[in-house]
């Protein structure tokens, strides 16, 4: 490997021996369903935290940056107490007015918006907060083929997202979006996109230099990445590409 090769291009590598020597297509597959029943059963509670929040849209936001701490790639089990944590940290965490209406406002003037997903499980709370948009405008977008815990199609058809949105592969199994890895027509899309919500660590680390209007919604799970955004170590990031460090940077929460 090149070391200055971006981790999900040498994760990539490493997954794909792993599946060649061990002969599986999916080695995760029987943890990404336990992930996706855990989220959908927590899912009519959120919802109706939604609901009946002051603010939905906000509530939708911050519970789908909760669920990026379903994450197999950097812990290997994530107890429901964690997840339960997470939620109540996120919900109560303090974010810029600016980083939730600049969002909103994205969002809002976007006609063609691709939703980069990440993991199983994490895919509910996308759905959440993919319910709080305008729905007709999203792609929502898969890993094309199996590495850790990420999602594919399979993931989407489990959780609903493919029945409540038009959902595509980007043709790679990189645990990340690596444009130069990813199909022709993914690509197409990526670059014809009036906006790119991108999910997790993976696509963070893969596309935080590129030319594009992309809003990065994560957790900062590592030393690395939290030092490269300038946060904390668990801090609850949303960070828009063109405007940087700007008013569009959550807060440190620790």
């Known amino acids: 490997m090149r070391l200055n090769d971006k981790p999900p291009v040498m994760g990539a590598k490493i997954h794909r021996l792993i599946q060649e020597l061990i002969d599986r297509g999916d080695p995760y597959r029987r943890v990404k369903d336990i992930s996706n029943k855990r989220a959908l059963e927590l899912y009519p509670g959120l919802k109706e935290r939604v609901d009946t929040s002051e603010y939905p849209l906000e509530t939708a936001l911050r519970l789908a940056i909760a669920g990026n701490i379903i994450d197999l790639g950097v812990k290997g089990d994530i107890p429901n107490d964690d997840i339960a944590q ?7 965490a303090s974010l810029h007015h600016g980083a939730i209406d600049g969002f909103r406002e994205a969002a809002h003037q976007a006609r063609r918006i691709l939703y980069l997903g ?8 996308d759905r959440i907060l993919i319910e709080q948009l305008q729905k007709e405008n999203i792609t929502f977008v898969v890993r094309g083929q199996p590495v850790i815990n990420d999602v594919t199609m399979v993931d989407a058809h489990t959780t609903g997202m493919a029945d409540i949105v038009e959902v595509i592969d980007n043709g ?3 645990p990340g979006t690596i444009l130069n890895d990813c199909s022709v027509s993914f690509q197409e899309r990526f670059f014809e996109a009036d906006l790119i919500i991108s999910k997790g660590q993976g696509n963070y680390e893969s596309l935080s230099c590129t030319d594009a209007n992309i809003t990065f919604l994560l957790m900062a799970k590592c030393p690395v990445i939290a030092r490269d955004v300038g946060c904390e170590v668990g801090s609850f990031i949303v960070r828009n590409s063109f405007l940087k460090k700007t008013e569009f940077e959550a807060e440190e929460v620790q």
């Open 172 to 174: 790679s199994g990189a």
């Open 118 to 125: 990440d993991n199983a499980g994490e895919i509910v709370f």
């Open 86 to 92: 997470t939620i109540e940290n996120a919900l109560s």
